[in-house]
């Protein structure tokens, strides 16, 4: 399970990269070699469509991220000493005191 979300949050990370170098800056980031956004998301531009999708992507990150957490701190408390099986030993007769 803990790989799984794993691979989620690294593919989660990265498609937030993707869409803030994507948006509107000063140098227009990535977004200055795509000619065609203001077609592709309608006429209020990128800004409206890549803000939502971030935030929404942002929003997914932190709750696997909480969940990662949580399903380490819950395998973290238990022991590799608690699957070992011990048998019980026959007792060492002692030496009689004299």
Do not use: H, W
């Amino acid at each position: 399970m803990t790989g799984f979300l794993m691979i989620v949050q690294i593919v989660l990370v990265i498609a937030i990269t993707i869409l803030v170098l994507l948006q509107r800056s000063e140098s227009m980031g990535l977004g200055a070699y795509s000619s065609s956004n203001n077609s592709v998301f309608g006429a209020g531009g990128p800004m409206n469509f890549l803000t939502k999708a971030t935030m929404i992507l942002g929003l997914l990150f932190v709750l696997n991220t909480l969940t990662l957490v949580y399903l380490y701190n819950k395998q973290s408390n238990t022991s590799a000493l608690d699957k070992v099986k011990i048998e019980k030993q026959i007792p060492i007769p002692q030496a009689p005191v004299k």
